[in-house]
C-alpha cells in the first residue's frame, strides 16, 4: 500500500493560485500599473510589493494524503492552539476532543476535508471578527460550521472562523456531499482558524504548539 495518495488532481501550474484571490490580486495589479503609468516610482514599487504578497497570501500548493487506516487530516494549515476535550458545542452530541488550527497571514489559506464522508450539515453564524487566537472566537466570531457523517454512528465537524485580519469566508460544500479526505473545500481570506471536533476516544497525533499542514499532517486516528 502506498504511504502517501493523491485525492485532487495536480495543478498543472508551477504557483497555482486559489481563484477567490484573483479578484484581489487583479485590483492590486491594476492600482499599480496606474501609478506605474503616472509616474509614481515609489508607489509603483509599494504596489508590486503588495501585488506579490496578495499572490503568496492565495498560493493553493498541491498536497499528498496520508494513506493510513481511519486517520483524520487537519483541514488547514497553522499552529494547534488547543487539543483538549470538551463537554459540549453547537455540533456534534455529547462529549469530544476539539483541535484548534491557528492560520496565520503566512499560512497557506486552502481549506481541505479532514475525512471521507458525507455532509449533514452546513451552519453559517454571521459575528464579530476578533483575534481569532482567543478562546471566545470559536463563539463570538463569524463561522462556517461543517458536519460529515462518517458513518451512522461516528460524525466529525469542523469550523471555519473568521478573524480580525480575516473578512471572508469561502465554502464550496453543500448538505448533502459526498466527500473525499485531503480535497479542497474553500479558504479564509487573510488567515483565522479552523476548530475540528472528534469523537471523544478518538487517539490523538498531535499536541499544543505542532505546526500542521492541510491535507498532509494528521490529527488523530478514529477508533
Known amino acids: ?9 495536480p495543478l498543472e501550474t508551477a504557483f497555482p493560485i486559489a481563484k477567490p484571490g484573483y479578484p484581489y490580486i487583479g485590483a492590486a495589479a491594476f492600482i499599480t500599473l496606474v501609478l506605474a503609468i503616472v509616474g509614481f516610482k515609489c508607489l509603483t514599487v509599494i504596489g508590486i510589493i503588495v501585488t506579490f504578497c496578495i ?14 487506516d481511519k486517520c483524520v487530516v487537519s483541514p488547514a494549515d497553522g499552529k494547534v492552539i488547543i487539543a483538549e476535550m470538551v463537554e459540549s458545542n453547537p455540533y ?25 464522508g458525507k455532509v449533514s450539515l452546513i451552519s453559517y453564524h454571521p459575528g464579530k471578527f476578533v483575534n481569532a487566537s482567543l478562546d471566545k472566537a470559536s463563539s463570538d466570531n463569524e463561522r462556517n460550521g461543517i458536519v460529515i457523517d462518517v458513518d451512522k454512528k461516528t460524525k466529525i465537524g469542523f469550523v471555519q472562523i473568521a478573524g480580525l485580519v480575516a473578512r471572508r469566508i ?9 466527500v473525499t479526505k485531503g480535497r479542497r473545500f474553500g479558504l479564509i481570506c487573510f488567515g483565522s482558524r479552523l476548530d475540528v471536533y472528534l469523537p471523544e476516544d478518538t487517539k490523538l497525533n ?18
Open 206 to 223: 498531535v499536541q499544543l504548539g505542532d505546526k500542521v499542514s492541510a491535507g498532509t499532517s494528521i490529527l488523530g486516528f478514529l477508533q
Open 55 to 68: 499572490c503568496g497570501f492565495f498560493r493553493d500548493p498541491d498536497r499528498v494524503v496520508p494513506n493510513k
Open 1 to 9: 500500500m502506498k504511504d502517501y495518495i493523491w485525492t485532487d488532481k
Open 92 to 116: 456534534i452530541e455529547g462529549r469530544c476532543i476539539k483541535v484548534s488550527v491557528f492560520m496565520s497571514v503566512f499560512n497557506v489559506h486552502v481549506n481541505r476535508i479532514p475525512y471521507d
Open 170 to 178: 469561502v465554502c464550496g460544500l453543500s448538505e448533502g456531499d459526498v
